[in-house]
Structures are given as structure tokens and as C-alpha cells.
């Protein structure tokens, strides 16, 4: 069914994995890989503060949805945040975001993601953050993309530096209350046109630019 707010209608499709905009439809149909948690006891925090994720059910999926659903309502040339659901053989298996402010004039982006404990290690959120890479990049134009995770965030450390992003410094950030380094990363569009692919499609790009200001 086609939305008539057109971000809603924004699609990514490589090979193995498709970024559909997160419709109500599709949250419901993550509700429960959020319900049984994405993660996982005895391994590093992912997130920093504050994040829904770490509640407890069923506050986690009731505060998820209400963070997706204020977000995907604050959409200006100034700031937009495009939530995607990701979809691997059909089935919704986590989250990709892309985030720009003050994008039409600085043409910059920041990503995050998840995914389900269960599917990870298998290169679906290297192929999501590539998929996203692309929207941004081809679809929107953007000038550099930049990501961060904790130092101890190794899986995440290493999709960055696999699809070849170069380091750009630390920061610190709390994770249930506690301070942690974090990674930096940063993509040049220059970087990016070194590795871009010719196998991702997009669709409703044209149709979405205006709404971001573009």
C-alpha cells in the first residue's frame, strides 16, 4: 500500500537484505523481536542513554514504538530521522536509521542500528549499513556519513572499518548510567565512490527529497 507521506514509502533492496520504511505495519511485526530483547546479557552494552531498548517488556515496546513514532513526525529541512525496518527472506529482523541535520545545507548523515541476537554474525548489518550508505550517498547526495560505537562494540567497530570508514576520534558517552569511550567514524562521498556498488536499488526517493528539504 502506497503512504502519501512519502517517506514512509522509501525502500532499499540489495541482494540479501531490504530497508523498508518502518510503517506501523511493519513495527507491529518487530514487536516481537523487541519484546524478547536485543540485548544480550553478559556481552557489552550497545546503546548509550537514554535508550528504550534497555526497559522491560513491556515498557521496552511500548517506549520503542513512541520514540519511532515522535521520530518519524520530525521531518524538516533542519532535521530528519528515516527509520527503516530490515528485512532479510521477508522476515523483520531489526532496525537501520539514517539521521541528517541540517543536511540540505551541510549534506551530512549519521547512521544507527540493530538487530536481533539471533541473525547477527551472519553480514546482514554490514549489508544494512551498506544499503543505507547508499540511500545517502545516491539517493540524497550527501557529502560524508559518520557513525560511533563503543570501544568495546567490536562487531560494530568492524562493519565501520570493513566498508571503509576511516577513525575520527573518540568521545564518551553513559550506558545505564556509566561512562564509556566511543569510536568515532567518518565516510568521505569521495571514500564511498571508491566501493560503490552497482547492486542496490532504491525507490520513492524523488518523491521523499522535498519532505527533507532537498
Known amino acids: 500500500m502506497v503512504s502519501t507521506y512519502p517517506p514512509l514509502n522509501l525502500r532499499v533492496c540489495t541482494p540479501r537484505v531490504t530497508l523498508a520504511a518502518a510503517t506501523d505495519e511493519l513495527l507491529e511485526r518487530l514487536v516481537p523481536v523487541v519484546r524478547a530483547g536485543v540485548v544480550v546479557e553478559g ?105 560511533d560505537a563503543f570501544a568495546d562494540n567490536h562487531a560494530s567497530n568492524r562493519v565501520s572499518e570493513a566498508l571503509g570508514y576511516t577513525r575520527n576520534g573518540t568521545d564518551w558517552a553513559t550506558r545505564r548510567g556509566e561512562p564509556a569511550e566511543l569510536f568515532r567514524w567518518r565516510m568521505t562521498r569521495e571514500e564511498w565512490l571508491t566501493r560503490r556498488r552497482t547492486d542496490i536499488e532504491l525507490s520513492g526517493v524523488a518523491e521523499c527529497r522535498p519532505v527533507l528539504g532537498l
Open 43 to 147: 556481552q557489552p552494552l550497545p546503546f548509550d542513554d537514554p535508550m528504550s531498548l534497555y526497559e522491560q517488556s513491556p515498557d521496552r515496546e511500548w517506549s520503542w514504538m513512541r520514540r519511532v513514532w515522535s521520530g518519524r513526525s520530525r521531518v524538516s529541512a533542519e532535521f530528519w530521522r528515516l527509520y527503516f525496518v530490515v528485512c532479510a527472506d521477508g522476515e523483520p529482523l531489526g532496525m537501520q536509521d539514517l539521521v541528517g541535520r541540517d543536511f540540505a545545507a551541510v549534506g551530512t548523515v549519521t547512521t544507527f542500528s540493530w538487530l536481533a541476537p539471533g541473525v547477527r554474525g551472519r553480514g546482514l548489518g554490514k549489508e544494512a549499513r551498506a544499503a543505507i550508505l547508499h540511500l545517502a550517498f545516491e539517493g540524497f547526495g550527501a557529502r560524508e556519513a559518520g557513525t
